[in-house]
């Protein structure tokens, strides 16, 4: 059974890896961030609610994000597994996430923690293009990233879940190293 967090930066090639791994696996592929994105399109309230945290490259209030991971993970596709993409971004979100995961009986087999420098990343997606990609607002997330999402690596480590993997590689040698670290029959 294979149930991953992927945690790093924004621009890190979080979302790529969970795509195209999660297909091979067929597994889930739970992207809070496209979850936020699509209920922002469709203009639910959850939608209504996030936005503007969205815009302005800060993060959803966790009370949001943890009904949100509470039912995505209570969908009956999420019982074969899944990887976890965007999410924990806070040792708030982490502790939920552990209380959750335990209280359905389930675990987490690995953080694989995506490690590229800054100004690479700030490349990237400047490149990408996405409503938030503006460069103002990718200076605040990576800002964001360091104070909220990074004291989440020391938080994994301790509990001796931690990857990390060279994310400055190309898209295939990434894959490479984590579909052969998580082999799956
Ligand atoms: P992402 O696609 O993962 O870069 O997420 C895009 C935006 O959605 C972030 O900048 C946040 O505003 C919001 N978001 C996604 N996941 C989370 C989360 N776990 N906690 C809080 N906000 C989130």
Sequence with gaps: ???????????????????????????????TGDILRSAVAQKTELGQKAQSYMDRGELVPDQLMLDLVRDRLSQPDSASGW????FPRTVVQASFLDALL??????????????????????????????????????????VYHQQTAPLIDFYRDRKLLLSVDGNRSVEAVTAELSQCFQVI
């Excluded at 149930?3 to 597994?27: D, V």
């Excluded at 990887?83 to 965007?86: A, H, K, P, Q, V």
């Design 1 to 31: 059974m294979v149930r991953l967090i992927f945690l790093g930066p924004p621009g890190a090639g979080k979302g790529t890896q969970a795509q195209t791994l999660a297909q091979h696996w067929e597994i889930p592929h739970i992207s």
């Design 83 to 86: 990887i976890l993409d965007g």
């Design 102 to 143: 335990q209280e359905m009986g389930q675990s987490c087999g690995a953080v694989i923690n995506f490690e590229v420098p800054d100004e690479v990343l700030v490349e990237r997606l400047l490149g990408r293009g996405r409503k938030d990609d503006t460069k103002e607002v990718i200076q605040h997330r990576l800002v």
